[in-house]
């Protein structure tokens, strides 16, 4: 995708001992370009949501360890020193289960030689290999996305269709395209009148700060809204559709998605309005099956949730928004039940959201 004309990717590397990625704490108000250049930056670029979404923390948690085996190879012991940067990194997220692949199959790679020297460069093809496969994937979910879009544009007779997202499932939070918004994109670059109900989705406001500057980037309609408007427009018929994306999926299809996900669901429910979910298959945690009872909920600094960042005309400002003395919960995530869920998309097509569903399609996965 683009910013300012200029096509871009989320994460790079600039050369052989630095990565480099947005620090999307600062955007839409600054282009920040961060290098990352030791493991400890990897560590807190996702831990403190320099870098978040759950694809993108996936490669990013990869060229962390590609950073450690550099690292390893000047330690005493390449293993002990190495095992313990996975830990860190699977410490960093609990609840994205993009992660956990990524440090899997690095680690992997990496222990599939003896050869000391040989075990940098493993780490870096697959941290590529992954990033390339992110972009084919989030690619084909949104051509699959556009055919349902294509669809309500043909009810509407080529009147705007109107799409409702929460959070940012986009490219920023992905390597390139998203998952949400990828078939928001073909179907916009396809001339399909689209217009996006932006969620501002505190208490982070990523779909304020982050959704609504890559659709201002690529040209898309847009309108940003609070929360708790999503509702209000579906009871009206200004809602379409809903796309979401998820941090983690479970084997029966429940899904795990920012806080307030599960609200917009419900809501979606009770209007008839088709709720989809759009995830590549790395998403999938097929270990699990209750999303309720199993998927930890990351709970963050309450700080998140009594402050409120902006831009006052010159610089990037933090102010109190509650009683300095009042206490403050910040849940991360919530669970959607599959049963709210109309369909999931996918980079091998839409399925039900169920285990018969997501077997169908990935019948090599699901053991």
Known sequence: MKING????????????????????????????????????????IREMHVRGAPLIGVTAAYGLYIAAREALNE????????????????????????FHAIG?????????????????????????L??????????????????????????????????????????????YGTATAPIYLAHDAGIPVHVWVDETRPRNQGANLTAFELLQHGVPHTVITDNAGGHLMQHGQVD????????????GDVANKIGTYLKALAAKDNGVPFYVALPASTIDWETDDGLREIPIEQRDPAEVKYVTGWDGTQQTRVLITPDDSPAANYGFDVTPARL?????????????????????????GG
């Open 6 to 45: 200029t096509h871009y990717q989320t994460i790079w590397l600039k050369d052989e001992q630095t990565v480099q990625t947005f620090d999307q704490r600062f955007l839409p108000h600054q282009l920040v370009i961060e290098d990352l250049v030791r493991l400890e930056d990897f560590v807190t670029a």
């Open 76 to 99: 005493p012991d390449f293993d002990h020193y190495f095992s313990a940067a996975a830990k860190r990194l699977a410490h960093t997220r609990p609840t994205a289960i993009d992660l």
């Open 105 to 129: 199959k690095v680690s992997a790679l990496v222990h599939s030689t003896q050869v000391m020297e040989e075990r940098p460069r493993l780490a870096l093809e697959g941290a590529r290999l």
């Open 131 to 176: 990033a390339e496969e992110s972009v084919q994937s989030c690619r084909s979910i949104g051509e699959h996305g556009l055919a349902l879009i294509q669809q309500i544009s043909a009810r509407k007779q080529g009147a705007p269709v109107h799409i409702l997202t929460h959070c940012n499932a986009g490219w920023i939070a992905c390597i390139d």
């Open 241 to 252: 559709m809903v796309i979401v994306g998820t941090d983690r999926t479970t084997r029966r």
């Open 341 to 365: 869920v109309t369909g999931l998309i996918t980079e091998r097509g839409i399925c039900p959201a169920s285990e018969a569903g997501l077997l169908s399609l990935f019948p090599e996965l």
